[in-house]
């Protein structure tokens, strides 16, 4: 069941692309936009990591620190870092643990294609500098974008 506005954000802790844990409570204090990506260095999710990229001042701007987190290995996401020249947190959520807990984690990544499983659902939660969900968007179509306007709306009236 994915998390709702209002919902306490689950604390986590995962390796970042440069293998240093980051968690959320680190956060604390500050509004922080959590990405839940499919995959990296495919086209939609290296199309959305980029528009976060070429927006990033705007997102400091509204006091946000912008997280991306997926499934891939953190030596995956620090080749699509570097590709892509991000230069925000992208998180290993390897176990599919945090995924889960957000409920944004596909049982069946592209049925009858890949048929992967366990593979992190397209999603943006807006969560506030005292730890709770502002703005929840979980895709079940991994070819859509999340709402960047409404995610900037949503920091605008909290920042």
């Known amino acids: 069941m994915p998390l709702k506005v209002g919902d306490v954000a689950p604390n986590f802790e995962l390796f970042n692309q440069n293998t240093e844990k980051v968690s959320l409570e680190q956060f604390r204090g500050k509004n ?3 990405l839940f990506f499919p995959l990296a260095n495919t086209s939609v999710c290296t199309k959305e990591m980029c528009t976060f990229r070429d927006e990033l001042k705007v997102y400091e701007d509204l006091n946000a620190q912008v997280i991306g987190i997926s499934v891939d290995s953190p030596f995956a996401l620090k080749m699509f870092a570097e590709k892509n020249n991000y230069t925000f947190p992208l998180l290993s959520d390897f176990n599919k643990e945090v995924s889960a807990s957000y409920g944004a984690l596909y049982d069946v990544f592209v049925p009858g294609k890949f048929d992967f499983k366990g593979v992190s659902k397209r999603s943006a939660f807006v ?8 703005y929840a968007e979980v895709l079940e179509n991994a070819g859509e974008e999340p709402n960047y306007s409404a995610i900037k709306e949503t920091l605008e009236k909290i920042k």
């Open 127 to 134: 969560i506030d500098k005292n730890g709770v969900i502002q």
């Open 32 to 34: 922080v936009v959590v």
